[in-house]
């Protein structure tokens, strides 16, 4: 009972010392409403000189969040990016903020048009736990680069990590330009309910609904970076190893814990075992042994894990075949495992995967692979393994993702000059580079005329000779 008063009380704390954060930045933005391209610059060069000093110790911590993260994941999959999208932010931002001129029509001149690109204000980001940082920076510099003040929530999940963060940034960046906050899942329902100008979430669909409905209440528009079941469809005549190589690289990584995994695989009938074979294989190759091998990614946390091994069960139950890749899991080292024979009613094709099982489906023809997808919800990726480009645009015109590879997995989230978005229950609205930069800015159209005002010639009274000139010429 102590116990729970303490922690009631010790999240109030928190939750008031988010509202008198947003209230600094709110007032910080009012004194400086559109910062120059020198300052926003200097916050990127900060951002960037920051990650690129504290690596080991954000390697270090987010291992031990995991229980052991690969460090090579973190870097190819956190460190890299998050430096790589700084960069291009910093090179092109003078070209972003620059007002595009717009056309005028004939019957308005003499005037001009043009879109200015102005900072929304506050803006919130909420991260999820599979990658505590990239998710978090990612946010933060298209937030930053539009020239906005950020608040972060960090997963109560990944508590290592968080706290790492929330002291670094508040090394490089005062509380009223970026705000980190800690805490459970209390205070994330506050955090949610601050009247943001803009709030960006990364998660599972469904606390991406309540989110969403927090927002409502602000009329605070939102960005939801969901996921769903993403796909791979392995064409009938591509080289098996070529697809089985890439699929596994995009289900190891981080355990499949990644919200654009490949989360299962339509393969054609004949070539069902050619790929659990060279699944097997590749996988095995990657990852030789599962116990005490650094590169072998944990589960998250023992709830996750307790899900995954629920679905295992609930397939073998059901009549699945599964088939574990190694003899047996290790305390939060989950096996990989193919599952085949699955049907709709097994918990794993209802629901998002996320960790490193990959149910595999027969398929006759292209069209009933795709009719497959398409009676479901549209998937945050796609993927599609064949070298055919009459295929490969066929499966791009008949089928709805937030994004595709052709060829590869994941690898499309980490092109700076692509936007990265859902769709659907996938999510809404789109970062990442220049759709970043557009996300967290008002585009602002103005229109202007000087002296001259040719439009007096349509004031009334109405019915006057110019008038309907000017209708004949213009109304047809």
């Known amino acids: 009972m102590v116990a729970d008063i303490a922690h009631l009380h010790h999240s109030q704390q928190q939750i008031d010392q988010l509202q008198a954060a947003f209230q600094r930045q709110r007032s910080a933005f009012a004194g400086n409403p559109l910062p120059s391209l020198e300052q926003r610059r200097q916050w990127l060069k900060a951002l960037l000189e920051l990650l690129r000093s504290e690596q080991q110790a954000l390697i270090d911590a987010i291992s031990a969040d995991f229980s052991n993260r ?33 056309q005028v029509g004939l019957a308005f001149q003499p005037a001009s048009a043009r879109v200015l690109y102005q900072p929304l204000g506050v803006v919130g980001v909420i991260v999820p736990w599979n990658y505590p940082l990239y998710l978090a920076i990612g946010p933060l510099v298209g937030a930053l680069a539009a020239g906005n003040r950020v608040m972060i929530k960090m997963s109560e999940s990944t508590p290592a990590t968080s706290q790492l963060l929330r002291d670094l940034l508040a090394r490089v960046f005062p509380e009223d330009l970026v705000y980190v906050a800690l805490g459970e899942a209390d205070v994330g329902v506050a955090f949610s309910r601050l009247p943001f100008d803009h709030l960006l979430f990364t998660g599972a669909t469904s606390i991406g609904r309540h989110v969403m409905r927090a927002a409502a209440e602000n009329l605070t528009p939102v960005t939801l970076e969901l996921g769903g079941k993403s796909p791979a469809i392995i064409s009938a005549d591509v080289p098996m190893h070529d697809a089985a190589e890439r699929i596994a690289f995009g289900k190891t990584l981080n355990a499949g ?18 790929f ?9 190759r990657f990852l030789p042994r599962l116990a005490d091998n650094p590169d072998y990614t944990a589960i998250i946390n023992s709830r996750q894990l307790g899900r995954l091994q629920g679905y295992l ?8 075949r599964v088939v574990p890749l190694y003899e047996h899991s290790q305390e939060r080292r989950l096996a ?31 069209d009933q692979a795709l009719t497959y997808i398409n009676q479901r919800d549209r998937p945050l990726a796609l993927y599609y393994f064949g070298y055919n480009k009459a295929e490969q645009q066929y499966v791009l015109s008949h089928t709805h993702s937030g994004g595709v590879c052709i060829n590869d997995t994941l690898l499309h989230v980490a092109q700076d000059d692509l936007p990265f978005g859902g769709i659907g229950p996938s999510g809404m609205g789109h970062y990442h580079g220049h759709e970043g930069f557009l996300t967290f800015s008002k585009a602002k159209g103005v229109f202007i005329k000087q002296r001259f005002n040719a439009a007096r010639f349509i004031y009334p009274p109405y019915g006057k000779a110019i008038q309907k000139l000017i209708y004949r010429l213009f109304v047809r």
């Open 70 to 102: 690969s460090a090579d994941e973190t870097l190819l999959a956190e460190i890299m990016p998050s430096l790589h999208g700084i960069h291009y932010a910093s090179r092109r931002l003078g070209k972003w903020m620059k007002p595009s001129r717009r």
């Open 257 to 274: 814990q990644t919200c654009v995994a490949p989360d299962y695989v339509l393969v054609p009938r004949a070539r069902l075992e050619e």
């Open 276 to 284: 659990v074979d060279a699944y097997r294989q590749v996988v095995l």
């Open 313 to 320: 069960r609930d397939a073998a139950d059901k009549g699945a």
């Open 336 to 366: 990989h495992t193919l599952v085949l024979d699955v049907t709709d009613d097994m918990q794993l094709m209802q629901e998002e995967i996320f960790g490193p099982i990959l149910p595999v489906l027969p398929y006759d023809q292209l």
